[in-house]
């Protein structure tokens, strides 16, 4: 499948994330997109005092808004100093709710912003061309085009995280829904936990990697350094960790389904941190959906193949004017 | 926002549903879509015998077919003789999973055939131009196109019937999926009760009009006319009939949020004979949606502009080759 630019060029792409900042000098040709430079930097963000007031939230988003454009603007250009030719583009991708026609970054729960006017505030601090992005849309774009779903007009990928959100391919198009389609992990799906969004039932309560870590260790009464660990745990037979895996389990197997049916994808691409779990997770899944599905399209289930620089490769795409149709 | 047609022209439009077919002469102008005559006539289709063969059941479903080709090409020339110039094509909708661009109906449950090619097979007996659509979508672009979601880029058009599925407008699209997407009805939302696609606690088991009917039916312990008659019930504060229209209430709750946080629609536009409840359906579904949505884009729920003629009128805009984009 490939992508189509004609001639080779060097862009500088960015995944703004909730913790961590990724940054690439990236090489896009016409089948292909690779990294020159790589940089990482953890993601800046205003302090937000316990009981602030509404107004003191949205200031520190504001502040927030500010200190990433600083960080992102550095970032530019020290990867555009290494360059080995002209840079001919920016490619950005942020987390939350992105209108990418207007360059806006609408709304961010874990950064707290809203309708932060990104793409003019980065323009602004330097000549580059800049392009905004969705971070899931970003991720999926690369996979669609260049990775475990190239080839495909209908695909979901699911990068399971600390938060669980999808992109959306069908017919050849990435779906936008105004910013906001996509969040397959706030869907319920019966369960009596409460989600971080304010709702109880939802997929990511019981299935994102943070759910898999927080529940495991509220069974056993000590921290656990991540859903790694519960991975670990359940390979070894531990009752508490096979426990909350099941759940997880059911729950994305539930949301899969959901998909399946709604959307009928012919490819799901897993992928985020939970996706390095391997046949841990993606053999009892497809099991389960096989269990499951009555009329519909039974898709292929694959992990991810670019892990978690999947989001900088689709800003890349995104800079050198790639776009979701095809 | 209307249509793009230029001038005005006479199409024979067909919808072919499961019980009845719904033709007419359609004059498509460049703003609206009139409907000039009617027929109506039974949908034709043959016997199978109580545990048939499965390949007695698809040699009915072939028939059925042939029966049905037979019954629309009657349709096309009656309502072409009645016109008062030219007929430039002939657009025809049917139920199930459909490919509309080789023209092929895959597969439906309820007329029993698979990978029917009725256009080519209709093509053969008119001299007109054939197009072939999915009821559901046709449904979906009148009422987007000239109805109760015109304007709309993001929206959902929701006929609840005999059973439940959804056109899916998305960006301005209408999603496909292959054929497969938009089967809303057949999400688990938790019940135990088995539907007729083979799975258990799909929203159609509980909140199609068919669903209704017969829930009411077992409880009361006699046969009931439709849902109207539920409705007629509910109306005069009859319990049983109460708590089956909650069951269907609760149903139709799970799956239109499904919808919002996957798919974001501005407007959700209820249609199918159900929608003819008015606000005995659509207040308080607009009540449940409220106390559930965290973050989601809060849509706007509607009832159909054109009823159980949407499919005809969806099949007319197909016919003078408007397809689902804008």
């Not at 200031?59 to 992102?72: K, N, Q």
């Not at 080839?151 to 069908?170: E, S």
């Not at 927080?214 to 037979?237: D, H, K, L, M, N």
């Not at 992928?271 to 269990?291: E, N």
């Amino acid at each position: 499948m490939g992508i189509t630019v004609e001639d080779t060029r060097q862009v500088v792409a960015v995944d703004v994330g909730g913790t961590e900042i990724k940054a690439a000098l990236v090489s896009v040709g016409p089948a292909d997109a690779v990294p020159l430079r790589r940089r990482r930097r953890h993601t800046p963000r205003a302090a937000i005092a316990e009981g602030a007031s509404a107004e003191e939230q949205a200031a520190a988003g504001t502040r927030t808004v500010e200190l990433v454009v600083d960080a992102v603007h550095e970032l530019i250009d020290e990867l555009r100093a290494e360059a080995t030719g002209p840079v001919h583009a920016a490619g950005v991708a942020v987390p939350g709710v992105v209108d990418e026609d207007r360059g806006i970054a609408v709304y961010s729960a874990n950064l707290g912003w809203r309708d932060a006017p990104l793409r003019a505030l980065l323009a602004a601090r330097t000549d580059l061309p800049v392009v905004l992005g969705q971070d899931i849309r970003a991720s999926g774009l690369a996979e669609a085009r260049l990775g475990a779903a190239r080839g495909c007009r209908d695909a979901v990928v699911l990068p399971i995280g600390t938060g669980i959100a999808a992109a959306l391919l069908v017919d050849g198009r990435m779906l936008r829904g105004g910013g906001f389609a996509g969040e397959i992990g706030h869907v319920d799906i019966g369960h009596q936990e409460r989600c971080a969004c304010g709702a109880v039932g939802c997929v990511e309560a019981v299935a994102s990697s943070a759910a898999l870590a927080r529940r495991y260790a509220a069974r056993i009464g000590r921290p656990v350094s991540g859903a790694a660990e519960v991975a670990a745990a359940v390979q070894t037979g531990d009752p508490v960790a096979i426990a909350v895996w099941e759940d997880a389990l059911d729950g994305l197997t539930r949301a899969i389904l959901l998909l399946v049916t709604l959307l009928a994808p012919e490819v799901i691409v897993l992928g985020g941190g939970l996706a390095l779990s391997g046949d841990l997770l993606v053999a009892p899944l497809r099991d389960r959906l096989a269990a499951l599905i009555s009329f519909q399209r039974v898709p292929v289930l694959r992990t991810a193949e670019f892990g978690d620089e999947a989001g900088c490769l689709g800003a890349a795409l995104l800079a050198v004017g790639i776009q979701e149709d095809r």
